[in-house]
């Protein structure tokens, strides 16, 4: 892209940290002691997020490359081109229960007929339990 011609389009999460990723690599050696690190995380918490997010970036940029178009997201899964906005995949989402079916027992053959289109097997009236 020539010089003075910006992109119209906003930067993604991925882009970002990959810049950012290479500013840091070509720095040098990360000082993991002089670094302030945010209330309640460790050097090792950090150093493992750093290696997870460059995992990320790498998948992302793979997808890339070979065509899939796919965006790593701020929760860390990725989203392909053409995805809706469900972030949980539709395989991973619990079975939903299905409902008890309601028994009729009022009306005479018409809730018979409907017991039995529904499959569901009227309780005993107290009578006939005698």
């Known amino acids: 892209m020539p010089t003075g011609e910006g992109n119209k389009t906003p930067w993604t999460d991925t882009e970002k940290l990959m810049i ?15 670094l302030e690190l945010p209330e309640g995380r460790t050097k090792q ?3 493992t997020m750093i290696a997870k997010e460059k995992g990320k970036v790498k998948k992302a940029k793979d997808a890339d490359a070979s ?12 989203k392909r081109a053409g995805d809706g906005d469900d972030e949980e995949s ?10 008890k079916k309601k028994v009729v027992k009022a009306g ?4 018979k007929e409907q017991n039995d289109r529904e499959g569901v097997k009227p309780e005993p009236e107290d009578d006939e339990l005698a």
């Open 45 to 47: 918490g950090v150093q």
């Open 108 to 111: 005479g053959d018409e809730a």
């Open 20 to 34: 950012l990723f290479q500013i840091i690599e070509k720095s040098g050696p990360i000082l993991w002691n002089e």
């Open 90 to 99: 539709p395989s991973k989402k619990k079975p939903k229960t299905p409902r």
């Open 67 to 78: 065509g899939e178009g796919s965006e790593a997201t701020p929760n860390g899964k990725t």
